[in-house]
């Protein structure tokens, strides 16, 4: 297998004509901003560039993103028609999507539906949830399940319905359980390595072009803090280096 100049930046857990899946670490950006720092779009069109010695553009889209601190998949597509067919089940919400999410307070409940509107100031990049509908606020919904505690934190498993900007941490900080590493939404202290310990574990979906069932799984960050909690997942899928199934 050809060697990954972009391994720090991003794994690839599944690849086929349409399709490229990858499992992002914390701190790249998905798409271009501001900073100018290098996005995950762009590398993996170079990764793939030098992966095939394509010598003209190559095709990547981004058919959804992750915040710079959060780590895990991020499904690319590598044709046109891959980027509008994963755009449309993805609108239809027939992507399941789960994250892991590490919290310092355990809440309530184990398990719960939650339902806020949030609203988004661009110019601070921070959202607010609301209790009622408001404004332009955008409904959003999610449901989690406690697994498990260790060494004094919470690991939620979080299911989102809506993709919202922020959702999962602001809906989590409502309830009074922000993500471990996240100044932003209220937790005490930032991470080192300025994570916020957000992992988008796993994709579920029907291949929309090949029609087949999907399974992606991403590998947790490799950090200490992170291997703990495998001891907290099913055994169908505890195994660290299990990436991709089908």
């Not at 490229?20 to 950006?29: D, R």
């Not at 922020?166 to 080192?192: E, M, T």
């Not at 979906?205 to 950090?223: R, S, T």
Request: proline content about 6%; glycine content about 6%.
């Amino acid at each position: 297998m050809e060697k990954n100049p972009y391994q720090k930046y991003f794994q690839v857990v599944y690849e086929d004509n349409h399709l490229l899946i990858v499992n992002k670490a914390s701190g790249v950006l998905v798409q271009g901003d501001q900073t100018g720092d290098p996005p995950l779009s762009e590398m993996a069109k170079e990764f793939l560039k030098q992966k095939y010695n394509k010598p003209g553009n190559v095709f990547v889209g981004v058919v959804h993103r992750l915040d710079r601190p959060v780590s895990g998949l991020v499904v690319l597509a590598k044709t046109s028609k891959g980027l509008e067919r994963m755009n449309l089940l993805f609108r239809r919400r027939d992507v399941k999507k789960t994250y892991w999410a590490i919290v310092g307070r355990r809440p309530e409940h184990d398990s719960a539906k939650l339902t806020h509107w949030l609203m988004k100031d661009e110019s601070r990049n921070v959202v607010t949830a609301y209790d009622e509908p408001k404004g332009d606020a955008q409904k959003a919904e999610l449901t989690y399940e406690y697994k498990g505690t260790l060494n004094g934190f919470h690991l939620l498993e979080v299911l989102p319905v809506t993709g919202r900007p922020h959702q999962i941490r602001v809906q989590l900080a409502s309830i009074g359980s922000p993500i471990r590493g996240d100044v932003k939404y209220g937790f005490a202290k930032p991470n080192r390595d300025a994570s916020i310990s957000l992992h988008a574990r796993r994709l579920d979906f029907i291949h929309p072009i090949k029609k087949e069932p999907l399974i992606c799984l991403a590998g947790i960050p490799d950090d200490g803090f992170w291997d703990q909690f495998l001891t907290l997942e099913k055994p169908d899928v505890k195994d660290k280096n299990l990436d991709f199934l089908h």
